[in-house]
Every structure is written in structure tokens, then in C-alpha cells.
């Protein structure tokens, strides 16, 4: 048993209202720089859709994450090294720009210098790469709230899956429809099919706390990375020639603060803490020749932090004593580990995601209300739940590789939890066969309810700090990976500046190659 430390985080989704402030936030930390106008390394999607870059779950045709072979190896979908190294220059499984969108912004200096005149002047919109006229006609949230989703809508590529493999339509006329929020960001899985793509050794996985990263220096921008994560949570800076994402706001978690995007979140959604895995089962679990197996795999990768053998073996890999201390306290663990409610985004793609979600319930009180039934009562709700406008496959589809039990079995935990607490709410007498029917205790569903409802800032952020020890390496680590250092890597510095842009075909760009004792290779 190796013990490794993994910083998770779980949202749940039951509680986003879509309001987008977290990619807001994030936009304005992370990528509001020249190269990096449409990439969003927080964004919100409405499902059913397309989500973005546009129907980036079509792994048939990006090629992302793991496959499983004949002999139960795993290999990249994208193909092998020398598959690469055929693409190294045209590389043909990249999404383009319409497929993520060309961002635009609007030409307000027609608004303020436009002469007086019987015409009202209008700020056309132009395109913020090239800065010419443009029309837009996509972006990171087109389908927000199912709008233009009789277009764009049915070619939701689980919504294809449903009809065509199970005969299962999702209806998209307003008043039949039902939709919900999924907030994604880069999943830092435990084992990345981006970081086995990088040609360079650019991407790696901080042993410390798990987070993916790009070495700025190191990249060389071939762009595998793009390629090989099946969430498309990588992104082409086209200015400096380097490829960018999610950093998981490492700066602020070595400090103990939550990341920008957990924050700002309006609805408290998110919950950030520590897991402790075995990273020798990490391959052997990723490789289950079921993929229905492959959430319950990931979850016997998950070790128990109160057991005594778990913090000996902790200890001995030199994990600090706060970090065990914080895995102990973790929210992520109790919402994935103890009341099974959490669960991995798209664990087919073998990549073994360490951001998980719970899955939607709420508008199933409202529909059984709205039938003249009790929407709390604990039958009402149970019965309900395959009921739901959009189906609990649909769900499943998501986020246990088809499976639908461990998704009922979320949304039963949920509804049990809504039935239960009315009545302590109310002052009435506590049913103890309903915490029971769902295999939980009246307390378990007391505790489940403080995380979910009323838990404060410290109790949904349990972040250690990074050791005094460490200071002086990590010191390192932000320099070459900072996204926000003037002059430095990925902020157009002369040195790590790559204009692909602007790319002559008859010269060689600088920066491009890697230097090896003052030659270019």
C-alpha cells in the first residue's frame, strides 16, 4: 500500500442556480490575458446540451481519456507514440475555435465618437482575436437555460446515446422539459490521460496534493494535452504558444484558502478537503473490464482516514501530520466515501476524476406538489424519482459509466434526507424507518443534512496548508507554472512567447523547440 494525498473537491448540484459567477470570477484570475479569450477553466453548463467546447463527450471523435485493450491493458484513445509523433504538426483530433466559440466583444468606441446625426450609432460586434467584424453564433453558454435546446439541444451526445442505444427520447418542449446546472472544472484525476499525452513532460501531478499542472517552461505547445483529456478542461494559448488550465487555484490552497471558483459560489455548492488513495491499485482499478465497475473500483481505491494501519502507512510516505488531521475532517470524503451521494463525472474515460457531483433531486418536490400529492412524504418522493422528466439514465450516463443504481441510490439518500427532516422541522414525530429504508441512521441523516444545509465556511473547506518545509520547493513550482507573474511564463514574456498567430511558413518560431546546450532540436 502506497498512501498518496489527493485535494478533491464535490459540488452538488441540487443547490446551483447558474448564475455563472464562478467562471466569472474565475475568468478574471486566471485567463482575462491576451491568448486565453475563450478559454474558460470554470464553466457552467445546462443539460440537456452540448456543453462546451461543443459536444466535447464524443470521444469517438476527440479521442479522449483511456481504452481498455483485448489483453486488459489501457491505452490512450488517442493512439500510442507513434501515433504522435504522425500528428506532431497536424493533428487532426483538436477541437477548433467554432467548436469552443471566437470570442467577441462589441465596438463601443463607435458609441462614444460617432458624430451627433439623425442615426442612432450601434456597437457592432468584432471578433476579440482578430479584431475584425464578426457574428457570433456559439459560445461557452449558448444553451443556457435549454435556449435555442430544439436546435442545439437533441444533439446532446448522451441525449443521442439514450435514444439510439435505449429507446429513450428526452423531450425538449418547454413545459415537458427539465434541466440542471453542471459546473465543470479541470478534474485533476488520478490518472490523467492529458499528463500521459504531453509529448514535452510539460503536465505532471504534484505528489504533495494531486493537482495537474503545466511546467510553462517546459511546453512546446504540441497540443496533446488538448487531445488526450476527454473534458477538454486543456486550452491552447495561441499567443504565447503554451498550453494553459485549471490550476486548481494552488496558490490560494497552499495558504488554506478555497479555490476562486468555491469562493464566490452563490449557492455554497462546493466542498473542497483531502483524500487519501492507494496510488498502487490506481492502474489496476482504472483497467475493471466493467465499466459499470469502475465507480465502485475507484471508490475501494478511497482509504479509510481514521484507520490506525491507513495513518501508520500515511505516515511512513511522509504525509504531514495536518494533512491527516484534515483528511479525517474532509467533507469530500463523508459526501463520497461515508453517505455515498457523491459521484465521479465520466468514469468510463478511466481517468479516475477527483471532482465529484451529487446528483440533482430538487425539482422532483415541486412535480409530485404539483399532482396534488404530498411532495415530502417519503413514498411520494421514492416513486417519483424514475418519474422525473429527465431520466435517471440520463443521470447515470454522467456520472456511473450507465449504472443506475448508485445514482437511485444518491437521489433515495436525498429525498429520505428531505422526508426526514420536515418532520424535525415541524416538531413531529421522527419516522426512523425512513433513514432505515435507505441504509442510514436517523443521525447519519442529521449529520448528512448539517453538510448539505447548514454547514459554515470551515466546515466545507478543509484545506491544510503547505508545510514550512515545502515553501522553498513550491516557491519553484509557482514560478514555472504561473499563469500571473509579468513578463513570466504564459504572460507573453520574450523568452516563452510563441506567435503561432502570426507564423511565417518559411521561419521557426523561437521557444518552439527545446534548446539542448545552445542548439534547438
Known sequence: MRVMAQLAMVMNLDKCIGCHTCSVTCKQAWTNRTGTEYAWFNNVETRPGQGYPRRYEDQERWKGGWERTSKGRLRLRAGGRLTKLAKLFANPELPEIADYYEPWTYDYATLIEAPLGDDVPTAAPRSAITGEATQPTWGPNWDDD?????????????????????????????????MFYLPRICEHCLNPSCVASCPSGAMYKREEDGIVLVDQDQC????????????????????????????????????????????????????IGVLLYDADKVTEAASVADEHDL??????????????????AAEAAGIPHDWLTAARCSPVYQLIHDYRLALPLHPEYRTMPMVWYIPPLSPVVDAVSGSGHDGEHRDNLFGAIDALRIPVEYLAELFTAGDTVPVRQSLRRLAA?????????????????????????????????????????????????????????????????????????????????????????????????????????
Open 146 to 178: 435549454l435556449g435555442g435546446s430544439t436546435e442545439h439541444g437533441v444533439k446532446d451526445p448522451i441525449a443521442e446515446k439514450l435514444r439510439d442505444e435505449l429507446g429513450i427520447k428526452i423531450k425538449f418542449e418547454f413545459e415537458q422539459s427539465f
Open 220 to 271: 512546446r505547445g504540441w497540443r496533446m494535452c488538448v487531445t488526450g483529456c476527454p473534458y477538454k478542461k486543456v486550452y491552447f494559448n495561441h499567443k504565447t504558444g503554451k498550453a494553459e488550465k485549471c490550476t486548481f487555484c494552488y496558490p490560494r490552497v497552499e495558504a488554506g484558502q478555497p479555490t476562486v471558483c468555491a469562493e464566490t459560489c452563490v449557492g455554497r455548492l462546493r466542498y
Open 295 to 312: 465507480y465502485p473500483a475507484q471508490l475501494d481505491l478511497l482509504l479509510d482516514p481514521h484507520d490506525p494501519a491507513v495513518i501508520r
Open 417 to 521: 434526507m428531505r422526508s426526514y427532516m420536515r418532520a424535525v422541522n415541524l416538531g413531529q414525530e421522527t419516522d426512523e424507518d425512513i433513514p432505515a429504508s435507505v441504509g442510514l441512521t436517523g443521525e447519519q441523516i442529521f449529520a448528512m443534512h448539517r453538510l448539505l444545509a447548514l454547514a459554515k465556511y470551515d466546515e466545507r473547506y478543509v484545506i491544510p496548508t503547505a508545510g514550512v518545509g515545502q515553501a522553498h520547493d513550491l516557491e519553484g513550482i509557482a514560478t514555472r507554472c504561473s499563469l500571473d507573474v509579468d513578463g513570466g511564463p504564459g504572460m507573453g514574456g520574450e523568452e516563452s512567447t510563441v506567435d503561432l498567430v502570426s507564423w511565417d511558413d518559411g521561419a521557426r518560431p523561437d521557444a518552439l523547440f527545446p534548446t539542448l546546450r545552445g542548439r534547438s532540436r
